[in-house]
C-alpha cells in the first residue's frame, strides 16, 4: 500500500480545492445540533464511495459533492455499524463510571477504581484495534455491494481477517500511523479532520483492492 500517497492522491484532481472545501464545510458543520449529524452521515458516505473508487482504480478516486441525499444514506448504515462495533467499550466504559461513583468514596476506593482501570484498559485498546479491522473489512465489503449487511456477516469478515492476517496487519499499522499524523495537524485549521476522510478512504480502498486480489490467489485453481 502507498502511504504517503494516500495524503498527496486527492492534489491531482483539477477540482481538489473545491471538493475539501464541501468537505471542511461539512466538518465544520458536525457539531451543530440535528444537522451535525447528517453531516457526519454525509461525510461517512463519502468515504464509502471513496474507498469504492480507489478500490476499483478509479482515475479520480476524489468523488463530487454533487449526491449530498445519496451520502448521507449510504453513510446512515455506516454510522449504526460504527455504533454497534463500539457497543461493548462503551458499555464498560458506562458501567466503569458509576463504579467510580460508587467507589471514589475513600482512598481505598479510589485505588481500587484505578487498578480496575489499569487492568481493564489494555483489554479494551485490543478490542478496539480487533473492532476497527473488522470494521474496515466490512466497509470494504459495504462498498462493493452498498448492501449493509456486509457489516455483520462477522463468519466471512473474520475468515478475511484470517487468511490475510499480514496484509491485514499493515492496514491496521497504516491507518494508525495515518491518524497519528492527522492528529498533529488537527490544530492547523482543522486540517487533521479534513483530510481524515480522503486519506483513511485511499488507505482502505487500497486495503481492499489488495484484499480482493489476494482472496482471489488464494481459491484454488485461481492465480
Not at 473508487?53 to 448504515?77: F, Q
Not at 484505578?114 to 459495504?142: E, K, N
Not at 462493493?144 to 499493515?170: C, I
Request: proline content about 5%; glycine content about 6%.
Amino acid at each position: 500500500m502507498e502511504f504517503m500517497r494516500a495524503f498527496t492522491y486527492m492534489f491531482r484532481d483539477r477540482h481538489w480545492l473545491i471538493k475539501l472545501a464541501e468537505t471542511a464545510l461539512l466538518v465544520l458543520l458536525c457539531p451543530a445540533p440535528v444537522i451535525g449529524l447528517f453531516c457526519l452521515c454525509a461525510l461517512l458516505g463519502y468515504l464509502a464511495e471513496i474507498i469504492h473508487n480507489v478500490s476499483n482504480d478509479y482515475p479520480r478516486p476524489l468523488p463530487v459533492w454533487d449526491h449530498i441525499g445519496e451520502d448521507i444514506s449510504k453513510g446512515a448504515r455506516v454510522l449504526l455499524a460504527i455504533l454497534l462495533y463500539h457497543a461493548p467499550p462503551l458499555i464498560v466504559i458506562g458501567l466503569l463510571y458509576f463504579a467510580r461513583e460508587a467507589l471514589a468514596v475513600s482512598l481505598f476506593g479510589s485505588l481500587t477504581f484505578a487498578g480496575v482501570l489499569a487492568a481493564i484498559l489494555p483489554l479494551l485498546m485490543i478490542y478496539l484495534a480487533f473492532a476497527w479491522t473488522l470494521l474496515a473489512i466490512g466497509l470494504v465489503r459495504y462498498a462493493e455491494t452498498w448492501d449493509s449487511g456486509a457489516f455483520y456477516h462477522f463468519d466471512k469478515l473474520l475468515r478475511s481477517m484470517g487468511n490475510h492476517r499480514v496484509l491485514t496487519l499493515q492496514w491496521l499499522v497504516y491507518s494508525l500511523a495515518a491518524s497519528m499524523l492527522l492528529l498533529v495537524l488537527l490544530p492547523v485549521a482543522l486540517l487533521g479532520l479534513i483530510l481524515f476522510f480522503p486519506v483513511q478512504g485511499y488507505l482502505t480502498g487500497n486495503y481492499g483492492r489488495q484484499l480482493r486480489a489476494a482472496e482471489l490467489a488464494y481459491r484454488p485453481g485461481q492465480a
